[in-house]
């Protein structure tokens, strides 16, 4: 295939003709020296650059973590080029710089990105090596190892939907296969049929951990567990291992099944460029020199007589090197201009709902959860690229049946029974969703996604702002207290996903808003965040229809009008609030604004401090703990500019700084109802 067009629009110098071939296929008789002679040229090219780069580093002219293929060359090169760039995925790992120049882009433009200068394909924003192409399939790495396999997951099967017969590749270390990820997404690839080879790079440490004190036992042995086959192969053994390589490639491609490969490498160098080695024998040390199969197999080719070949190439590529990191070493730094509008990927690609039919059916009374139901319903059933995934959802319906029926419509290519893997199934999203679909996940208790934090936070939510890629998905939390679940399935967490930038957040209070932000949600193209009180699934029953000013869930909406205070709130406390409001203009006489957010990120406080420039008085009602809760975010934002506005102290009402307790008369100490509202609203106007 042809080279990828540069991100970046710099005048580097031209690519040698020799680097435009990036395709390898092995053929049943085995490797020939022309395909030895293909997978040296890239293995040499990325030698060279690599050492090019810890020569930089070395002249503190690079910064950050700057890690080296060195030793991992024969396997990561012959991955690359055996791959169909048009249509597989794929991460690299620190150690995958020969996959990176084979993938895409000009080499200048992986240089910029170890510069972190202006040319960089991530403007600066991500770190040396976790950079990706997510335009071509490449994921991008974080530095939580293993997180990348389940991307790799996602991307693939959004691949095979598509009618791509591609198939996903997934590197990782020895120290990166102790991660948890790492079982959940092997797991997931065998039950899901998902056709992805797991590579592990074993160089022997994890840093400077030693493997005995990683596992026991082999890697290799794992596949069997997760019943899919296993290879253990030797990285300085390049020639047998080509036909290996092609092989596993081909069986994956045409079976569908995953497989895992277990690959003994050498690491020449540190960890990375600060790393001393002096944890390492040197004996062993110069055992890795000894079998560098860069050397050898150069040594090979030149013994069978292309030693003229080898030095042309080999001069061009060095030339090409020097050449092109001494432009790039001109290029100018980056500039912060623009950094906080890139945290949010424009949406741009709205959903041309159906209108319904005005009939009774459409118009019926539901619950908060029907109402849900229906919006994923209607979603399923207009938007090809969706996709509804979580525990129990299929055939069962949901703890709260909130997926009921969605199964036995859309059958099970698009509602999807997950085993018990949160953080995997975030990540198997992420990748879904970067390659063009818009899934939906249910966690089955808001609680139960801190499991998958990092994918959501450290990963999905900031995946625009590190590579420019979209990942328009909607993350599902039911939430709340008020039913006696007990600490684990019953907390509000929006606080904690909130401080974290890149994700949105809605959390509606009516049937008719849940519909509606559901659509909302579902046609932004960042990840969504989407909290449902469990109390309100069947507390409340609205008319619902289709709006179509669905998108005003976005700004606050006004509940009840007045002039002597402007409390916000959202959730269920929207309705205890309301009651306890309802008292305080029985009995005071006393009118209150009532704002309820719905939309927590992006935040639009425009109305609200209007209304409180008016009322001089605030009040903020969550059911979130006070303690580093949302409230006092509320408040602050508020305040810093207004304070001059109010009469009297913000006040905030909340939950009780503790673990949710089990047992109902404790929870409804714990918790605000409409009596703690209203004891703490009195106390609070008494004070003045």
Same mark, same amino acid.
């Given at each position: 295939?042809?080279?990828?067009?540069?991100r970046s629009q710099?005048a580097y110098p031209?690519?040698p003709?020799?680097?435009h071939?990036?395709?390898l296929?092995?053929?049943?008789s085995?490797?020939t020296d022309e395909d030895?002679?293909? $997978?040296?040229r890239?293995m040499t090219?990325?030698?060279?650059?690599d050492?090019?780069?810890?020569? /930089?580093?070395?002249?503190?002219?690079?910064?950050?973590t700057?890690t080296?293929s060195?030793?991992?060359?024969?396997?990561?090169?012959?991955?690359? /080029?055996?791959?169909?760039?048009?249509i597989?995925?794929?991460?690299w790992?620190h150690?995958?710089m020969?996959?990176?120049?084979v993938?895409?882009?000009?080499?200048?433009d992986?240089?910029s990105?170890?510069l972190?200068?202006?040319?960089?394909?991530?403007?600066?924003?991500e770190?040396?090596?976790?950079?990706g192409?997510?335009a071509?399939r490449?994921f991008p790495?974080?530095?939580?190892?293993g997180?990348?396999s389940s991307?790799?997951?996602g991307?693939?099967?959004?691949?095979?939907?598509?009618?791509?017969?591609?198939?996903?590749?997934?590197?990782?270390?020895?120290?990166?296969?102790?991660?948890?990820?790492?079982?959940?997404?092997?797991?997931?690839?065998?039950?899901?049929?998902?056709?992805v080879?797991?590579?592990v790079?074993n160089?022997?440490?994890?840093?400077?951990?030693?493997l005995?004190?990683?596992?026991a036992?082999k890697?290799?042995?794992r596949?069997a567990?997760?019943?899919m086959?296993?290879?253990?192969?030797?990285?300085?053994?390049?020639?047998e291992?080509?036909k290996?390589?092609q092989?596993?490639i081909?069986?994956t491609?045409?079976?569908?099944r995953?497989m895992l490969?277990?690959v003994?490498?050498?690491?020449l160098?540190g960890?990375?460029g600060?790393?001393?080695?002096d944890y390492?024998?040197?004996?062993?040390?110069?055992?890795?020199?000894?079998e560098?199969?860069l050397k050898n197999?150069?040594?090979r080719l030149?013994?069978?007589?292309h030693?003229?070949?080898v030095?042309?190439e080999?001069?061009?590529?060095?030339s090409?090197?020097?050449e092109t990191?001494?432009e790039?070493?001109?290029?100018?730094?980056?500039?912060?201009?623009?950094?906080i509008?890139?945290?949010?990927?424009?949406?741009?690609?709205?959903?041309?709902?159906?209108?319904?039919?005005?009939?009774?059916t459409e118009?019926?009374?539901?619950t908060f959860a029907?109402?849900?139901?229906?919006?994923?319903?209607?979603?399923?059933a207009?938007s090809?690229e969706?996709l509804v995934?979580?525990q129990?959802i299929?055939?069962?319906?949901g703890?709260f049946?909130?997926?009921?029926?969605l199964?036995?419509?859309?059958g099970?290519s698009r509602?999807?029974?997950?085993?018990?893997c949160?953080?995997?199934?975030?990540?198997?999203a992420?990748?879904?969703?970067?390659n063009?679909?818009?899934?939906?996940?249910?966690?089955q208790?808001?609680?139960?996604?801190?499991? $998958?934090?990092?994918?959501?936070?450290?990963?999905?939510g900031?995946?625009?702002?590190r590579?420019?890629?979209?990942a328009?998905?909607i993350l599902?939390f039911?939430c709340?207290?008020g039913?006696?679940?007990g600490?684990?399935h019953?907390q509000?967490?929006?606080a904690l996903?909130?401080?974290?930038p890149?994700?949105?957040?809605?959390?509606?209070?009516?049937?008719?808003?849940a519909y509606d932000?559901?659509l909302a949600?579902?046609?932004d193209?960042?990840?969504?965040l989407?909290?449902?009180?469990?109390?309100?699934?069947n507390?409340?029953?609205?008319?619902?229809s289709?709006?179509p000013n669905?998108?005003?869930?976005?700004?606050?909406?006004l509940?009840r009008?007045?002039?002597?205070a402007?409390?916000?709130?959202?959730?269920?406390?929207?309705?205890w609030?309301?009651? $306890?409001?309802d008292?305080?203009?029985?009995?005071?006489?006393?009118?209150?604004d009532?704002?309820?957010?719905?939309?927590?990120?992006?935040?639009?406080?425009?109305?609200?401090?209007?209304?409180?420039?008016?009322t001089?008085?605030?009040?903020?009602?969550?059911e979130?703990?006070?303690?580093?809760?949302f409230?006092?975010?509320?408040? $602050?934002r508020?305040?810093?500019?207004?304070?001059?506005?109010?009469e009297?102290?913000p006040?905030?009402?909340?939950s009780?700084?503790m673990?949710?307790p089990f047992?109902?008369?404790?929870?409804?100490?714990?918790?605000?109802?409409?009596?703690s509202?209203?004891n703490a609203?009195?106390?609070?106007?008494?004070?003045?």
């Amino acid at each position: 295939m042809s080279m990828t067009t540069a991100r970046s629009q710099v005048a580097y110098p031209e690519t040698p003709e020799i680097l435009h071939e990036r395709d390898l296929r092995v053929t049943d008789s085995g490797a020939t020296d022309e395909d030895l002679l293909l $997978a040296w040229r890239w293995m040499t090219y990325s030698r060279f650059t690599d050492n090019r780069i810890f020569e /930089l580093y070395r002249q503190g002219k690079m910064k950050g973590t700057v890690t080296v293929s060195d030793g991992n060359e024969g396997l990561v090169a012959p991955i690359a /080029l055996m791959m169909d760039k048009a249509i597989d995925c794929v991460s690299w790992t620190h150690r995958g710089m020969p996959g990176h120049l084979v993938w895409s882009d000009h080499l200048g433009d992986h240089v910029s990105q170890f510069l972190g200068n202006s040319a960089s394909p991530t403007k600066g924003r991500e770190g040396n090596a976790h950079h990706g192409d997510p335009a071509n399939r490449s994921f991008p790495m974080i530095s939580h190892l293993g997180k990348m396999s389940s991307n790799v997951l996602g991307g693939t099967d959004s691949q095979r939907r598509k009618g791509h017969n591609a198939i996903g590749v997934t590197f990782f270390g020895d120290g990166g296969s102790s991660t948890g990820e790492i079982h959940e997404s092997m797991n997931l690839a065998s039950v899901l049929d998902l056709p992805v080879i797991f590579i592990v790079e074993n160089n022997q440490y994890a840093y400077s951990t030693p493997l005995h004190e990683q596992y026991a036992g082999k890697l290799v042995d794992r596949a069997a567990g997760y019943g899919m086959k296993g290879i253990e192969l030797e990285v300085a053994n390049i020639e047998e291992n080509l036909k290996i390589f092609q092989d596993a490639i081909d069986e994956t491609r045409e079976t569908g099944r995953p497989m895992l490969i277990e690959v003994h490498t050498l690491r020449l160098l540190g960890h990375a460029g600060y790393d001393t080695l002096d944890y390492i024998d040197p004996e062993l040390s110069q055992k890795w020199l000894d079998e560098d199969c860069l050397k050898n197999l150069r040594e090979r080719l030149v013994a069978d007589g292309h030693g003229d070949r080898v030095e042309a190439e080999e001069a061009t590529l060095k030339s090409f090197v020097t050449e092109t990191v001494n432009e790039a070493l001109k290029l100018p730094m980056c500039q912060p201009e623009g950094l906080i509008d890139d945290v949010y990927a424009p949406s741009t690609t709205p959903v041309d709902w159906k209108p319904e039919a005005e009939t009774e059916t459409e118009t019926e009374t539901v619950t908060f959860a029907q109402a849900i139901n229906r919006a994923l319903a209607k979603i399923l059933a207009e938007s090809p690229e969706s996709l509804v995934m979580g525990q129990d959802i299929a055939d069962y319906g949901g703890p709260f049946k909130v997926t009921k029926s969605l199964f036995n419509t859309h059958g099970r290519s698009r509602v999807i029974n997950m085993p018990i893997c949160e953080s995997a199934m975030v990540g198997y999203a992420t990748g879904q969703a970067v390659n063009g679909h818009r899934p939906i996940v249910e966690f089955q208790f808001a609680d139960f996604a801190t499991d $998958a934090t990092t994918q959501i936070t450290l990963n999905a939510g900031t995946y625009h702002f590190r590579s420019g890629a979209k990942a328009p998905m909607i993350l599902r939390f039911p939430c709340g207290g008020g039913l006696t679940f007990g600490s684990f399935h019953s907390q509000d967490l929006e606080a904690l996903y909130l401080h974290i930038p890149g994700t949105k957040l809605l959390y509606p209070s009516t049937p008719q808003d849940a519909y509606d932000a559901l659509l909302a949600a579902y046609e932004d193209d960042n990840p969504v965040l989407f909290f449902e009180h469990k109390n309100l699934y069947n507390l409340l029953k609205a008319p619902v229809s289709f709006n179509p000013n669905y998108r005003d869930v976005w700004q606050p909406s006004l509940r009840r009008q007045g002039d002597y205070a402007t409390v916000v709130t959202y959730g269920e406390m929207t309705l205890w609030a309301n009651d $306890a409001l309802d008292y305080l203009s029985e009995e005071y006489e006393l009118e209150c604004d009532l704002f309820d957010l719905r939309a927590l990120a992006p935040l639009n406080l425009d109305r609200i401090r209007q209304s409180v420039a008016r009322t001089g008085r605030l009040v903020v009602i969550h059911e979130s703990r006070s303690n580093v809760g949302f409230g006092a975010e509320l408040v $602050a934002r508020i305040t810093e500019e207004q304070f001059f506005d109010l009469e009297a102290p913000p006040l905030r009402i909340a939950s009780k700084n503790m673990p949710v307790p089990f047992a109902a008369e404790l929870e409804a100490d714990y918790r605000p109802d409409k009596n703690s509202i209203l004891n703490a609203l009195v106390d609070w106007i008494e004070a003045e």
